[in-house]
């Protein structure tokens, strides 16, 4: 057992025995690591970098605020996290307002603040946002994000093919200033390609751009950078489970126990590039390019969310039922709710409370009454028991912010300080707290 298994393993303990199951976990010296990192390699390849956390990646409040302390910017997509935002500290030169479908009342919100940049997703929006300006007397700075993504995306941005003619249009309003050039290609891109091919479109409009007296000072690139931890199943797995679900309530169904045994015995975790080589190729493309076509440096921006906050958190559940038929199925007290992601991406895992050296395989399964709560299939853990506490690794990313209240409370939050202090920083809900909002009724 290596050394940081141990130390995760002692503080799990810990933490189940003051603060119970289920519980998310916290580690502010990974958080800081992973923020510290990626600033770094970015910085050390171009000299104008600004780090953008994306808040809807995980936006507890504990969070945001030790990554504020280290200088991190964010940026925001709803009048909810621009307020999270401002209530933890951040100044407004330090925030970037994104996101499609932003209200006249979030819009109005964020100029009265007085954020960094508003990227624009469409035309109407520039148009809302130059009768706000009107409306406070100044001239709001804005970006406009350009949509060169697969059709899955469409719903974002403006296409590339109509973009010039948007910041032509955005240019002739009198309460705006265009600053900014916006793009976001998808999550947990696992090569460095995508970003290259990008920034050769961007910089060639860039150029057209200038021709037309619009120079950009903010460079957008957006995010979905990849976290390691988060494997995948064989590539057939997908088909298998699309085909089985098909047959399912047909005459064919005896096929499912057959096709399932076709599925992949164990996840892989293929490595994923690192930092420094994203930061790297992304840096000297950019560069490449400025030079070649005469253009100024501008500010680059990057919104990363799941390459700073995923492995800086894991969940803690225990073991309340163990049913062993043809396969063991471990049965926790935390579901799907708490981690959505578990649904279709395996995570690594391990038994707290284990000893030994054998291994066993187990699937561990969550307590919500639906099909789709498996949290992990055929795991290798150490022998598991009734009681046990498992920790579920890489749980940062779409966690938090996309628990939902189903069946079960939701899960507090602890954070292990860098000196080894443990803190509650939310606590577990409590079935009142699932009726606090309704209208007061009375028990018949």
């Known amino acids: ?22 519980t998310y976990v916290v580690y502010e010296r990974i958080l800081k690591e992973n923020y510290k990192r990626f600033y770094d390699s970015f910085k050390e390849n171009y000299n104008k970098v600004m780090v953008a956390y994306s808040v809807k990646t995980n936006y507890l409040p504990a969070i945001l605020s030790i990554l504020r302390s280290q200088g991190a910017s964010m940026e925001v997509v709803s009048g909810f996290e621009l307020y999270l935002a ?34 624009a997703d469409s035309t109407s929006e520039l148009q809302k946002i130059n009768k706000l300006g009107k409306k406070h007397g100044k001239k709001i700075d804005v970006g406009i ?3 060169i993504e697969t059709i899955t995306w469409k719903k974002f941005g403006i296409p590339l ?38 920034l050769d479109s961007l910089l060639k409009l860039m150029r ?3 021709d037309i007296g619009i120079d950009i ?11 390691g931890g988060v494997g995948k ?46 930061a790297k190729r992304i840096c000297n493309k950019l560069k490449e390019q400025l030079d070649e076509y005469g253009l100024p440096a501008p500010l680059l921006i990057l919104e990363p969310g799941r ?45 707290v409370t284990g000893e030994g050296t054998h291994f066993e395989t187990v699937t561990l399964a969550g307590p919500l009454c639906t099909e789709s709560d498996i949290l992990c299939r055929r795991a290798e853990v150490l022998p598991v028991g009734e009681g046990d506490i498992i920790e579920v690794f890489d749980v940062g990313a779409y966690s938090i912010c996309q628990s939902v209240q189903f069946i079960k409370p939701r899960a507090s939050a602890v954070l292990v300080r860098e000196n080894g202090d443990i803190i509650e920083v939310r606590r577990r809900e409590k079935y009142k707290d699932l009726i606090r909002l309704d209208a007061p009724f009375k028990f018949l």
Do not use: C
């Open 233 to 278: 199943w064989a590539d057939r797995d997908f088909f298998i489970d699309v085909l089985s679900q098909r047959i399912r309530k047909s005459k064919l169904r005896f096929l499912t126990k057959s096709l399932d045994a076709l599925k992949s015995e164990r996840p892989s975790f293929p490595d994923t590039p690192t930092t420094e080589t994203f």
């Open 161 to 198: 093919e109509y973009a010039e003619e948007a910041f032509e249009f955005a240019s002739r309003l009198k309460n705006i200033k265009v600053r900014g050039l916006h793009v976001h290609i998808g999550t947990n891109i696992s090569t460095v390609k995508p970003y290259v091919w990008t």
């Open 1 to 22: 057992m290596n050394r940081l298994t141990l130390d995760f393993r002692n503080d799990a303990k810990k933490i189940v025995a003051t603060f119970g199951t289920p």
């Open 307 to 351: 390459a700073i906050v995923n492995s800086a958190v894991t969940l803690l559940v225990r073991v309340v039922d163990i049913k062993n038929f043809k396969e063991k199925l471990v049965m926790v007290d935390g579901g799907i709710n708490l981690a959505p992601t578990l649904a279709y991406k395996p995570h690594r895992i391990i038994n």
């Open 208 to 210: 057209r751009l200038r």
């Open 86 to 119: 401002f209530k933890i500290g951040v100044p407004p030169n330090k925030i970037v307002f994104n996101g499609p479908s932003k209200t006249t009342k979030e819009l109005d919100y964020a100029i009265r603040k007085g954020t960094l940049l508003i990227n």
């Open 145 to 147: 994000r350009v949509n």
């Open 217 to 227: 000072d903010f460079l957008d690139i957006g995010g979905g950078f990849p976290s």
